[in-house]
T-cell receptor
Framework: NAGVTQTPKFQVLKTGQSMTLQCAQD?????MSWYRQDPGMGLRLIHY???????DQGEVPNGYNVSRSTTEDFPLRLLSAAPSQTSVYFC???????????????FGQGTRLTVV | QQQVKQSPQSLIVQKGGISIINCAYE??????FPWYQQFPGKGPALLIA?????SEKKEGRFTISFNKSAKQFSLHIMDSQPGDSATYFC??????????FGAGTRLTVKP
């Protein structure tokens, strides 16, 4: 079972470049989310989605875009990379139960992004 | 500011000892409190979780204690083992699916 798959695992970008972090899950989970992890900050929610065609902003959405065209995929786009976006990015998915996703979240292995 | 405050930042425990990590929150709308364990180079994985209608939940060597009136919850790891060495995150979630994490505690269990 693959679970949540993130690609790439590592990426170096130059300031101003754009890129897409890929996330795919094979558990048919309705809820998917993106977090960034920075030292001493824990994980902070960037964007989330409760189903195909539905996305919403989390705690730190600026500089990031998402879309959800299928249940399986939830890509994160950096439109114009900045050094402040250097971080480890995690994608997660969880099932919705009675409309709520506050159940177990399954995380991918992470993408380590460096913006120079 | 962080909605979930976690302490300590780091913890060193001898093998066989008890590891205790504490978290506090302000938002009374939180109704799901999980703990995640993360090993280097890996994503976080759910360890144990509690809802506010119970004061304690135990799974093997891991126990969550929950104090709703004080808005605090803690993770106790009994008989700590070197394999428990990892970073632990508490979190809190509200019904609109927004989960907030603590800053993390790096646990080292010395053999």
């Amino acid at each position: 079972n693959a679970g949540v798959t993130q690609t790439p695992k590592f990426q170096v970008l130059k300031t101003g470049q754009s890129m897409t972090l890929q996330c795919a899950q094979d558990m048919n989970h309705e809820y998917m989310s993106w977090y960034r992890q920075d030292p001493g900050m824990g994980l902070r929610l960037i964007h989330y989605s409760v189903g195909a065609g539905i996305t919403d902003q989390g705690e730190v959405p600026n500089g990031y875009n998402v879309s959800r065209s299928t249940t399986e995929d939830f890509p994160l786009r950096l439109l114009s990379a900045a050094p402040s976006q250097t971080s480890v990015y995690f994608c997660a998915s969880s099932p919705l139960i009675s409309g709520w996703a506050n159940t177990e979240a399954f995380f991918g292995q992470g993408t380590r992004l460096t913006v120079v | 500011q962080q909605q979930v405050k976690q302490s300590p930042q780091s913890l060193i425990v001898q093998k066989g000892g008890i590891s205790i990590i504490n978290c506090a929150y302000e938002n009374t709308a939180f109704d799901y409190f999980p703990w995640y364990q993360q090993f280097p180079g890996k994503g976080p994985a759910l360890l144990i979780a509690i809802r506010p209608d119970v004061s304690e939940k135990k799974e093997g060597r891991f126990t969550i204690s929950f104090n709703k009136s004080a808005k605090q919850f803690s993770l106790h790891i009994m008989d700590s083992q070197p394999g428990d060495s990892a970073t632990y995150f508490c979190a809190a979630s509200i019904p609109n699916n927004d989960m907030r994490f603590g800053a993390g505690t790096r646990l080292t269990v010395k053999p």
